[in-house]
C-alpha cells in the first residue's frame, strides 16, 4: 500500500509539473507575440519616421543653400561698411587728438593767466572784507562806549535823584515820627505798596524807610546831634547802594533797544543771503550773539528759569500755535500765488543737516536765544517807553520785519504770527520761561515732527 501511494503522489507530481509546464509556455507564447507586435510597430514608426526626416531633409537643403548665398552676400556688402566705419573713426580721432590736446592747452594757459587776478581779488576781498569788519568792530565799540556814557549819566542822575528823595523822606520822617519802630514800620508799609513790576524799586524804598528808622533811633540816643548826622549818611549810602542796583536790574534804554535791532537786522540777512549749507551754523551764531547781547544789556536776564508750571503753560502755548498754522497753512497754500512753493523753500532747509542736529539747535540756541532777545530785551525795552500793548505790538512788526531779508512773504508772514501769539502772552503777564518752552516746543513740531501740510496729507492718505 505504501508502495501504492509513492506511485499515485509521484504521478499526481508529474501532472502537476506538465501543467505548470504548459501555463508557462502559453505565457511565454503570449509574451513572444507581444513583443513581435511591439516590434513590428516600433519598426514601422521608425520607417515613418525616417521617411518624414528625408522628406524634411530634402525641403531643407534648399532653404539652407539659399541661407548660405543670403549671408555670404551679406558679409559681402557688410564688410565694405564696416571698414569704412573703422577709417571713420581713426580719421575722427585723428582730426580730434589735436583740438583737444589744444583745448587743453588754452585752458591751462587761460587758467595760468587768470590765476593771479583772481589770487589778487581773492586778496583784495578779504582785505576789504577785514577793513569792513574793523569799521564796524569800531563803531560797535564807539556805539557800546556812547550807550556806557549815557548809562552812567542817567545812572548818575538816578543815584542823586534817589539819595536826594531818600534823605529829604527821612528828615520829614524824623521831624513827623517819635519812634523808630513807625518809620520802619512806615517805610515796610511803601515798599509793599510798589507794583510787582518795580520790586527792585520797591526795594530801595524800603532800604530807605529802614535807614530813616536807623536816623530817627539814632536821633533820639543821648547824643542826637552827632549820631543824627551819621544816621543821614548811612541813609545816604544804602540809598545809593538801592539806585545802583535799580540800575543793574532795570530795564533797557532806547539806544540799546535800536542798536539790538540793527544787529539783529544784519544778522538774519547774513543767515539767510549767505551759502544755503551752512545756513543752521549762520542761525546757531546770529542766536548765541543776539541772546548774549540781550543778556549783557539786561543783566536781569540772567535769572530766567523754567519750572514745571512753565513746562505745562509752554506746552499749551505751542499746541494752540500750531493749531493756528494749520489753519495759516492751508489758507496760504489756497489764496497765496506763491504760498505753496514759498513753504516747500521752508522745509527744504531741514535736508542741509541731520534732524537730531537741527533738532539740538533750535532747542538749546535759536529757541530761548530768540526768546530772550525779541521778548525779554526788545519787547521789555519798547514797553517801557511806549506802553505794555503798543510795545508788544512794535515788537511783533519788529520780529516779522526782520524776516523782510528772506523774500518769502509766506516765512515773513508766519514770524509775523507767531511774533504776535508770544508777544500777546508775554504782555498779558505769561512768564519768559513759558514762552523759551513755548518756543522750543513748537520749533521741533513744526519743522521736524509734523508740519501742518504733511499732517493734512497723512490724515487724507489715511481717509482715502
Known sequence: MGRTM??????ARRMFERRESRRVAREASRTAREASRAAHSLATDAERLRREAEAMRRRLTPLVAEARGALSEGEAHVAPLVEEARQAV?????RLTPLVDEARHAARGRGERLAPRLEG???AARERAFRRAAELSEQLREAVVEAEALAKRAASVADRAAI???ASDAEGRLRQSGSSWIARAVGARRGAR???SARDEGDHRGDAGRAAGDQQAAADSPKGGDVASAGKAMTMARAAKAAAAMRRAGRPGPLAVGFGLGAAQAAFAAAFRGPRDRFWQRMTITGLALGTYAVVARPALRH???GPLHAVLGAASAA?????FRVGDTFARRYVPSGASDIAEIYALRGLRPRGEIALRLVAVIGPAEELFWRGFVQEGLALRYGRWRGAALATAAYGGVHAITGNFTLMGAAAVAGAHWSALYAAGIPLGALIVSHQIWDVWIFLVQPPGEAGATARATVG
Open 121 to 123: 581779488a581773492r586778496l
Open 194 to 196: 510798589e507794583p510787582a
Open 6 to 11: 509513492g506511485r499515485g503522489t509521484a504521478i
Open 90 to 94: 581713426r580719421e575722427g580721432a585723428a
Open 320 to 324: 494752540t500755535l500750531y493749531e493756528t
Open 164 to 166: 536826594a528823595a531818600a
Open 304 to 306: 530766567t528759569r523754567v
